[in-house]
Each structure stands twice: as structure tokens, then as C-alpha cells.
């Protein structure tokens, strides 16, 4: 899916503050599954992330700027149970 990876400000912050390592951000790009697109984004297009590194449920927002063959991570975090139904794949109503 990428060659490089990239992680914003931001992605580095919740990262830290949320204990997700960028093994599990990096595990999460490559196996995990698109669960919401954003086409509307700016300056890429963007989507949402779903999967699975050791044993923890990760979301991520990235972008792909296809011209420099990059991912870049907007933000990480662990789904709410709350938010998500048990597959973390599809919100609440």
C-alpha cells in the first residue's frame, strides 16, 4: 500500500498520549481494512482504518499523496465500544 510513512503532528501526539506504537500504526496500514473513505478531503484524499496489532483494536485516519507514493497518518486511536459495534467496523446509530 505505501513506501514511506509519514505521521503528522498531531498522529504523534495521540500516539504518545494512547501508548499505539508506529509498529502498530505501520501493522494496521498494511492488513487492516477500509472501513469509511473521505474523497472530499484536502490536500489527499483520506480514509479510515480498521484493524488489529497484538491483540488491540486500532482506527487511523490517513492520506495518500499518490505523487510522493506516501501514507500520511492523521490520527490513531482506539475505538470507543461505546461508539462502535463490536467489530469496530461500523458506528453506532
Known amino acids: 500500500m ?3 510513512v509519514t505521521f503528522s503532528g498531531h498522529a504523534i501526539i ?3 498520549e494512547r501508548e499505539i506504537g508506529s509498529d502498530d500504526v505501520v501493522e494496521v496500514i498494511d492488513k487492516g481494512d477500509v472501513i469509511e473513505e473521505y474523497p472530499d478531503d484536502t490536500p489527499y484524499t483520506s480514509k479510515l482504518l480498521s484493524g488489529c496489532y497484538k491483540e488491540r483494536s486500532i ?3 490517513v492520506a495518500q499523496n499518490e505523487a510522493e507514493n506516501e501514507t500520511i497518518v492523521i490520527t490513531v486511536y482506539e475505538p470507543d465500544p461505546e461508539k462502535w459495534e463490536s467489530e469496530f467496523t461500523r458506528r453506532r446509530v
Open 59 to 61: 482506527h487511523g485516519v
Open 2 to 4: 505505501h513506501s514511506r
Open 14 to 16: 495521540r500516539m504518545f
